[in-house]
């Protein structure tokens, strides 16, 4: 059975949604960038506190340091249940990062998933995004409540943290950056024959499991 996959797709196309249910469901790990960098600033490591120092004055982690964190995170634990990558790699220099560090560790790729939706669609649900400040989980006002309002479904907690940037012209903006960012690393994967894609146009959240299940094992 393959296991080996790395999500993709734009913001707000529920990448790290399918992510977390597919490696739920099947026993891989979920491996978000969001995490690992909380994990690494959470571990008081040398990486990690530089990672906090950059996101603390709101720049983005650079591609050296993202790849770094990901060589150390991914040789520290067991990888043998597989795993699905979620938000990396994000840029062609992260992509031959990784295809570096697996082939060191010995792990091929099995596939490159894109999860797609129109552009209407990711600005409509990115307005009602938010997560749990203590945890992370992610949860939308529309799409993916909380079972009770109010209270992280994953720790309990009460507080969550919404996004600033949620305007339509920012997305806009931050959309034509992904696109100019994706399109190589989509080329890479075509010409490896391990790019997936899958549209998730009016897809209900188990609409797109279900295509994903199908596509992937
Ligand atoms: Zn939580």
């Given at each position: 059975m393959k296991k080996y996959f790395t999500f993709i797709g734009p913001?707000?196309?529920g990448k790290g949604t399918q992510a977390e249910i597919i490696s739920k469901k099947y026993g891989l790990l979920h491996l978000s960038t969001g995490q690992i960098f909380r994990d690494a600033i959470s571990s008081g490591s040398e990486l990690g506190l530089k990672v906090k120092n950059i996101i603390d004055s709101g720049f983005l982690v650079p591609d050296t340091l993202t790849n770094e964190i990901v060589k150390?995170?991914?040789?520290?634990?067991?990888?043998?249940?597989?795993?699905?990558?979620?938000?990396?790699?994000?840029t062609i220099n992260q992509v031959y990062a990784l295809n570096d560090i697996l082939s060191e560790i010995?792990?091929?790729?099995?596939?490159?998933?894109?999860?797609?939706?129109p552009e209407e669609d990711i600005i409509r649900r990115i307005?009602?995004?938010f997560a749990c400040a203590k945890c992370?989980?992610?949860?939308?006002?529309e799409f993916n409540k909380t079972k009770t309002e109010g209270v992280c479904d994953n720790c309990g907690?009460?507080?969550?943290?919404?996004?600033?940037?949620d305007k339509p012209e920012i997305?806009?903006?931050?959309?034509?950056?992904?696109?100019?960012?994706?399109?190589?690393i989509v080329e890479f994967?075509?010409?490896?024959?391990?790019?997936?894609?899958?549209n998730a146009t009016g897809l209900s959240i188990e609409e797109v499991t279900k295509k994903l299940e199908e596509a992937l094992f």
């Open positions: 913001i707000a196309a150390d995170m991914l040789g520290k634990i067991d990888l043998s249940k597989g795993f699905i990558l979620d938000g990396y790699p994000r010995g792990i091929e790729l099995d596939d490159a998933v894109m999860i797609e939706i307005s009602g995004r992370g989980q992610n949860y939308h006002d907690s009460h507080d969550f943290v919404r996004r600033n940037d997305i806009k903006t931050r959309l034509q950056h992904y696109y100019s960012e994706v399109e190589p994967y075509k010409k490896e024959n391990k790019f997936l894609e899958i």
